[in-house]
T-cell receptor
Framework: DAKTTQPNSMESNEEEPVHLPCNHS???????IHWYRQLPSQGPEYVIH???SNVNNRMASLAIAEDRKSSTLILHRATLRDAAVYYC?????????????FGKGTKLSVIP | GAGVSQSPRYKVAKRGQDVALRCDPI?????LFWYQQALGQGPEFLTY????????KSGLPSDRFFAERPEGSVSTLKIQRTQQEDSAVYLC?????????????FGPGTRLTVL
């Protein structure tokens, strides 16, 4: 899987929007962009994924750059429960790519 | 419904002991993964099962690590002759079916401490 680059940490005030960036300049045309997050003392949980178009779900929005070399996870109103490590992961649609390859992610702190 | 469960949640072992970590995936999920997460790092892939078949064990760090899923549901990760560097959180994940966009559902992990 291609490599991603994320800031080590970010801070946000509660109830404000949060934009978590991810750079993936070597992304291939068959790579999906996945986001997972890991709350303290828990396993990772799925947030959202996309290929080319922006995506929205109940948890977040995913904005994908036109050239697909970067993407942004958007939390519309951060809550204390959103404090977690957020991982941006590329998943190749090619055969044999079963597992998730995690980096270090971005640790998001939410300030009350 | 019930999610992925793992037991025990915490395990302390003396160096040289054998340990067995259990994973109960979501019922009906075909795929099962084991990951290892060192402190401050992201999870790293260990091994993958599709039903009872172990299709990929390329991430197992040594031949002391062994995983099985004999009936295609519950899985056990066994570590023989534990070493201090084995101390980590071991995460299990399951997925409904094969597919690159299918969500993986993770358990809470087992924190292994080797003294």
């Amino acid at each position: 899987d291609a490599k991603t680059t994320q800031p080590n940490s970010m801070e946000s005030n509660e109830e404000e929007p949060v934009h978590l960036p991810c750079n993936h300049s070597t992304i291939s045309g068959t790579d999906y962009i996945h986001w997972y997050r890991q709350l303290p003392s828990q396993g990772p949980e799925y947030v959202i994924h996309g290929l080319t178009s922006n995506v929205n779900n109940r948890m977040a929005s995913l904005a994908i750059a036109e050239d697909r070399k970067s993407s942004t996870l958007i939390l519309h109103r951060a809550t204390l429960r959103d404090a977690a490590v957020y991982y941006c992961i590329l998943r190749d649609t090619g055969a044999g790519s079963y597992q998730l390859t995690f980096g270090k992610g971005t640790k998001l702190s939410v300030i009350p | 419904g019930a999610g992925v469960s793992q037991s025990p949640r915490y395990k302390v072992a003396k160096r040289g002991q054998d340990v067995a970590l259990r994973c109960d995936p979501i019922s009906g999920h075909v795929s099962l993964f084991w990951y290892q997460q060192a402190l401050g790092q992201g999870p790293e892939f260990l091994t993958y099962f599709q039903n009872e078949a172990q299709l990929d064990k390329s991430g197992l760090p040594s031949d002391r690590f062994f995983a099985e899923r004999p009936e295609g549901s519950v899985s056990t990760l066994k570590i023989q002759r534990t070493q201090q560097e084995d101390s980590a959180v071991y995460l299990c994940a399951s997925r409904l079916r094969w597919g690159f966009t299918d969500t993986q559902y993770f358990g809470p992990g087992t924190r292994l401490t080797v003294l």
